[in-house]
C-alpha cells in the first residue's frame, strides 16, 4: 500500500528548471512541506522520493492524515491498547 502511494505522489510531482542557478527543484502538492532541490532533474527526483518517504513515516509517527492521491490512501489507524 505504502508503494502504490510513493508511486502516485511521485507521478503528480512537478519540476521546474530554476534560472537562477540551473538546478532542479521539484515538489509534491498534495504533500505539504515535500520538496527537493538538486543539480540534476534524476537525482531532484531520488531526493524527492527519499523526502516523501521521511514525510509518511513521520506523519504515521504522529497519527497524522496523509491525503489521498489519485484515489490511493494510507488510513491512519488509532486503535487504543488497554
Not at 502538492?29 to 531520488?46: F, I, M
Request: charged share 25%; aromatic share 8%.
Amino acid at each position: 500500500m505504502i508503494r502504490k502511494y510513493i508511486q502516485k505522489a511521485m507521478e503528480s510531482a512537478h519540476y521546474e528548471l530554476l534560472s537562477d542557478d540551473g538546478s532542479f527543484y521539484g515538489e509534491i502538492p498534495e504533500c505539504s512541506g515535500v520538496y527537493a532541490n538538486a543539480k540534476t532533474l534524476e537525482v531532484c527526483r531520488q531526493e524527492l522520493e527519499a523526502v516523501l518517504e521521511e514525510w509518511i513515516l513521520l506523519r504515521l509517527h504522529r497519527n497524522l492524515q496523509i491525503p489521498e492521491i489519485d484515489g490511493v490512501a494510507i488510513k491512519v489507524s488509532q486503535e487504543v491498547v488497554a
